[in-house]
T-cell receptor
């Protein structure tokens, strides 16, 4: 069985500052994929960033980047230059190469303050 | 279509009634997934389809839950004899493929159906 843990239920950050959301996971697979999804109040889950476990280079998407530490099974999300529109629930998710379902963490509620 | 769509957006029903939730995946996506999001359980996988077949039904919580997909497109999740613990947001996602790795397996989500069982 695979698990995903997000230890920060809530976080806040001032607009334009940087914030890091934590995620740890456990899986017995060698081939897997990690994701961060954003869920604003509209409920729509939006893909933020994706990382393949076999890639050592950390993924980046504009203001979003990850710190992927495979040995430590850690996958944190850094949001730079935070914007008010970043306010949302953020979910870390794991998909193993052998399966098709996503396993989600419990989520971190991020509030960006003006 | 431009994205995954789900209907209805919200559904209120009485305990014991049956409900049907609909999902229209992104055009051309062969894989379709159902998840449930509730306060107590977080986000749980329910079932996925590859084409019209469902190889993995392991997440369905009870035999009151069933799902089908026709024409490799639209899917319906049916909950019979609803209970109050079925109250949740039901999310649908689709992806181009389910194997081979890469971005083609990335799941894109719809806005969900919020179900309230009174």
């Amino acid at each position: 069985a695979q698990t995903v843990t997000q230890s920060q239920p809530e976080m806040s950050v001032q607009e334009a500052e940087t914030v890091t959301l934590s995620c740890t996971y456990d899986t017995s697979e060698n081939n897997y994929y990690l994701f961060w999804y954003k869920q604003p109040p509209s409920r729509q889950m939006i893909l933020v960033i994706r990382q393949e476990a076999y890639k050592q280079q950390n993924a980046t998407e504009n203001r979003f980047s990850v710190n992927f530490q495979k040995a430590a099974k850690s996958f944190s999300l850094k949001i730079s230059d935070s914007q008010l529109g970043d306010t949302a629930m953020y979910f870390c998710a794991l998909r193993s190469g052998a399966g098709n379902m996503l396993t989600f963490g419990g989520g971190t509620r991020l509030m960006v303050k003006p | 279509g431009a994205g995954v769509s789900q209907s209805p957006s919200n559904k209120v029903t009485e305990k014991g009634k049956d409900v049907e939730l609909r999902c229209d995946p992104i055009s051309g996506h062969t894989a379709l997934y159902w998840y449930r999001q509730s306060l107590g359980q977080g986000l749980e996988f329910l079932i996925y389809f590859q084409g019209n077949s469902a190889p993995d039904k392991s997440g369905l919580p009870s035999d009151r839950f069933s799902a089908e997909r026709t024409g490799g497109s639209v899917s319906t999740l049916t909950i019979q004899r609803t209970q109050q613990e079925d109250s949740a947001v039901y999310l649908c996602a689709s992806s181009l493929e389910t194997s081979g790795g890469g971005p083609r397996e990335t799941q894109y989500f719809g806005p969900g159906t919020r179900l309230l069982v009174l």
